[in-house]
């Protein structure tokens, strides 16, 4: 099994017999999936999604890839390929089209309305391709043909890529419910098909490889959701990812079995609940769905709420709901039912939440204690199975965290692939498939570009470490005046602290150390307004390290007196 190299440089030029696939996300975490594939010269993109803050990382709204490796080729690029419409798949590519408008976007009926309807709010008309199952389409050198495969949304798409160098079969996000609620199952059929015809290199899905076994049908829900309806004694509260028709669907069902009424909360749950229905992806019995005003008309019991925020994300409804900061109040007797995965990382905001709710006299049911989820990704049994019947010359693990790339990996030497055709790498590597082998040739650029108050790479991870000093450590303004002759101090500063819970003239005690800063530069012939206030930041630093075991953020104001 070839393993990342931290020393690899640039990759070489690519052989014109060869395949390039180089992932700019999701290849150790779980969310901003895209694989770039490049093929004589042109680039195909599968997928561009985004990825959710965690607690370290303040202020942000999402994290996209980095696309500074096709920074100056955007003119070779032949497509985005969209495997399904969830925002990890998806989130990124308004952003993708402010660099360049015209890339045809490619996706299957669902997945190209929830993308054009996020695309409409950022004013951008896109040029989209609609794709079923069976579909083949050529875009420059990469023969594209689609697989149906079932997933925690509808209309999911496996890809087969052709080139003259070899075949990628990518499975984008996948599992293999054998009872699906639309009738829609993996396509094993056309997987033992491609394998007869050989493929090259398999990009198979991890999120789930570490779980043995088979994951469980999504229709075994319906009996803990039908649980939830029949007992709970006043409103219940829905949460669930905006794009999880499926699960949305064993909503409404049981809402409708049960005579209660829906409302759809937040932005997103609202537009793509009405795509799915108008697509006819969500099947709602007439005048089932009210508007939330409509609610406050009838008793309790009757109340049904679908809103988002299911991963604690801070402006989520539910996390507002938790806060007491929305117009609904959550108080005794309400049920509130957290039907989505706990995205890795987001177990303390998701908890957090639990116990607000809890607080406020609601009873929470979630996958901990109830059976109100399963995963929308392939267990260790059926990745198992899809090794066998492909036998791809080639694999390589795609998202999800190194654990789960690593176990994807074993399952597929466990089935005996040669370890050494089976790549697992990291974010930036790049593979190479060359005469039918897959080799790690080089590493480009893939860090987190940080979008925060909707702008796009403003906030670095010098400014990150920033925000989270502040939160954690407070912060101290420093005004010294220092004349431009001596360097010397002509008053002594002014100090501002916030978030210490201390009083600030006990800094009046750094002042020997500004004082010994300021003579260093001076002996050194520094006057540079700049450099001063750097000293006499490092100088205040160490001294309330040393002092009182506090390192707040300085912000360093030197006026040339």
Known sequence: MSHPHPELGAPPSLPRNGLRVVALGGLGEVGRN????????????????VLFPEEHQPGVDVILPDFTFLQDRWQDVVGVVLTHGHEDHIGGVPYLLKERGDIPVVGSRLTLAFVSAKLKEHRIKPRTTQVAEGDRLS?????????AVNHSIPDGLAVMVRTAAGSVLHTGDFKMDQFPLDDRITDLRAFARLGEEGVDLFMVDSTNAEVPGFTTAEKDLSPAIDTVFRTAPGRIVVSSFASHVHRIQQVIDAAAAHRRKVAFVGRSMVRNMKIAQDLGYLEVPRGLVVDVKELDNLPPEKVTLVSTGSQGEPMAALSRMANRDHQIRIGEGDTVLLASSLIPGNENAVSRIINGLTRWGAKVVHQGNAKVHVSGHASAGELVYCYNIIRPRNVMPVHGEWRHLRANADLAIATGMDPDHVVVVDDGMVVDLVQGRATVSGKVRAGYVY????????????????????????????VALVDADTGRLTEAPDFLARGLGTDERMFGASVPAIEKALAEAASQGIGDVHELEQRIARAVSRWAVRTHRRNPLVVPVVIDA
Do not use: W, Y
């Open 34 to 49: 895209m694989a770039v594939l490049e093929h004589r010269g042109k680039l195909l993109i599968i997928d561009c999604g």
């Open 139 to 147: 875009l420059g050198p990469f023969d594209c043909e689609f697989v």
């Open 451 to 478: 979008v925060s108050a909707g702008n796009v790479g403003d906030v670095t991870e010098d400014e990150l470490r920033d925000r989270l000093t502040l939160s954690q450590q407070g912060t101290v303004t420093v």
